[in-house]
């Protein structure tokens, strides 16, 4: 036998082997076809069960699970069932199924980034969709980024403050807008890394972005911009000072300004009836001509 079917081989008995001990370790958990209720979807309940073995580590981040037929045994259910269940497994984020001689569905290795591009798609479609407003993702924003100012302002080293630094961008409108609120989200992106807490990143990002792509882009005036920098000025001052109680304060201050201009265009992107509709009409008028 040549060499690389040699190796070829080798890896589908390693796969094999794998999926059979996941298989038996399912078992000895006591996995069987009772398990299965008799109300809702049998492909939702397997999912649903699938969905608590990946999760108590009873199959193990990039492990393989154990393929079609021996999930239809240990379930009790058909092939076809499996398959659908595999597919809501896959499009939570918890397996990744390929195709070929080495294929089969994978548990996912987490990871703080993966759990941050699943909550920017969740809330991306709940924005869209309207089931949100603007005020809403920006509390949550503040909720996060006051507190990651405070701890950034203790933990940040001399890169973070080179980095945000290098975040401010002219007074002068010469730049194009996509490089100003490029500039904008890297300067609070600094921020929460530099509060050095993967799962606040993982959290907070997703938030910014919705907020950019929806409702900035190049919608918000010149004179905004102007009161972004002035902002960011001042947390950066606190940071550079190490006062945490400072950039906490400058945050804040940060969030409660921008928040009317949000409203405003939000309103003038989804219409009166939307979630931000009644906060905009109540909103008072944008200090400095702001729209």
């Not at 996941?22 to 069960?49: F, K, M, N």
């Not at 193990?60 to 597919?87: I, Q, W």
């Not at 961008?169 to 194009?176: D, G, Q, V, Y």
């Not at 201009?261 to 009409?281: N, S």
Request: proline residues 6%; charged residues 25%.
């Amino acid at each position: 036998m040549a060499e690389g079917a040699h190796s070829s081989e080798h890896q589908r008995n390693a796969l094999t082997a794998d999926s059979s001990r996941q298989y038996h370790r399912a078992q000895s958990q006591g996995v069987t076809a009772r398990v299965l209720r008799r109300v809702g979807p049998s492909y939702q309940q397997v999912a649903e069960q699938l969905q608590d073995l990946i999760l108590r580590g009873v199959f193990a981040p990039g492990s393989r699970l154990p393929d079609e037929t021996r999930l239809a045994g240990l379930f009790g259910v058909g092939r076809s069932t499996v398959r659908e269940a595999l597919r809501i497994l896959s499009a939570q984020g918890l397996v990744v199924i390929t195709r070929g001689s080495k294929g089969g569905a994978f548990v996912v290795q987490p990871s703080a980034q993966l759990l941050g591009d699943q909550l920017e798609a969740v809330l991306s479609l709940l924005a869209s969709n309207r089931l949100v407003g603007v005020d809403q993702v920006v509390e949550a924003r503040e909720v996060l980024e006051v507190p990651a100012a405070y701890m950034a302002a203790t933990r940040r080293r001399e890169e973070h403050l080179a980095a945000l630094r290098g975040c401010l961008f002219p007074e002068e409108p010469r730049l194009p807008m996509p490089e100003v609120y490029q500039s904008n989200f890297r300067f609070h992106l600094t921020v929460v890394e530099a509060a050095d807490n993967p799962i606040l990143r993982a959290m907070t990002v997703p938030l910014f972005a919705v907020l950019q792509s929806r409702y900035l882009r190049d919608r918000a005036p010149w004179e905004f911009w102007l009161q972004v920098l002035a902002d960011h000025r001042r947390i950066l001052a606190a940071l550079e000072d190490g006062d945490a109680e400072a950039a906490a304060r400058a945050m804040r201050d940060h969030m409660e300004r921008i928040r009317p201009t949000y409203q405003l265009i939000a309103r003038e992107v989804e219409g009166p009836d939307g979630p931000a509709g009644a906060a905009a009409l109540g909103a008072a008028p944008v200090p400095g001509g702001l729209l």
